[in-house]
């Protein structure tokens, strides 16, 4: 699908201060950024920010980015984030401070934004830097020659097992069962994460469901009878000791 182009996205990008630019400066350093010591959560393919700003409202004791690749679509998060409690907006003319402390006002503070493609991120972020990764209704790549593509291929696994820390987490839902399938079969077959908890029914699963925070897609496509996939993969060195086969998976 071609994104359309939205003229005013890199100037409203270029004048919110939460969107940090410059990233890989920061490698090693993002706990500065945010001035605390606390965890740092990332959500690779926000969309919209509906699920980060709720996590974020929810949970002020945790740090949140959220990266997307597409300038078009990050506007509509950041948007969301200042009308909702963020930043004032800054005039496009006006000159952003070289640092990216958060909103003098009260609102959402533990929050920041990237622009830039995830197959990056160990460039961005220090091995150990990350405490947890979502991905969230990710594009299935349908096709087997852009398998490497997908958010949760073995490609991309070694990249999050990089910057991760020791216990850290992938949690991936989806609709798309083929997707899903082929994700639970690459998290089995890696040599970083072992399977913690999977469901093909995140809402008729009472202990996955609980806390569950619902994205845009997520409530679209539950809406029309979908059942949502969920699984959580935890980093191989303290992961818990069960390790599913495949056949016990899909069964």
């Known amino acids: 699908m071609r994104l359309r182009n939205i003229p005013r996205a890199g100037s409203v990008l270029d004048a919110c201060k939460e969107v940090v630019k410059d990233e890989t400066e920061y490698r090693g350093r993002w706990r500065e950024i945010f001035g605390n010591p606390r965890p ?57 401070p070289d640092d990216h402390a958060p909103a003098d006002k009260p609102g959402i503070s533990n929050i920041r934004f990237i622009c830039m493609d995830a197959r990056n991120v160990p460039d961005v972020f220090a091995p150990g830097e990350i405490d947890r990764i979502y991905l969230n209704f990710s594009d299935p790549w349908p096709k087997s020659r852009h398998a490497s593509r997908r958010l949760t291929s073995k490609e991309f696994l070694a990249r999050y097992h990089k910057i991760l820390s020791d216990g850290g987490a992938i949690e991936f839902k989806t609709d798309n069962r083929a997707l899903f399938d082929f994700s639970v079969t690459e998290v089995l077959e890696s040599p970083f994460f072992v399977m913690d908890r999977h469901t093909f029914d995140l ?28 699984l959580i993969a935890t980093t191989h060195k303290t992961a818990f000791s069960c390790i599913y086969s495949i056949e016990e998976i899909m069964s």
């Open 203 to 230: 809402h008729r699963d009472t202990v996955m469901n609980q806390g569950n925070i619902m994205t845009e897609y997520e409530e679209k496509f539950s809406s029309l009878g979908n059942p949502i996939c969920k």
């Open 40 to 96: 740092i959560h990332i959500e690779i393919g926000m969309g919209k920010g509906q699920f980060l700003l709720t996590l974020a409202a929810k949970n002020p004791d945790i740090n949140y980015i959220g990266i997307e690749r597409y300038s078009s679509v990050l506007l509509r998060a950041v948007e969301r984030f200042q009308s909702e409690g963020g930043s004032a907006k800054i005039p496009a003319q006006g000159k952003l």
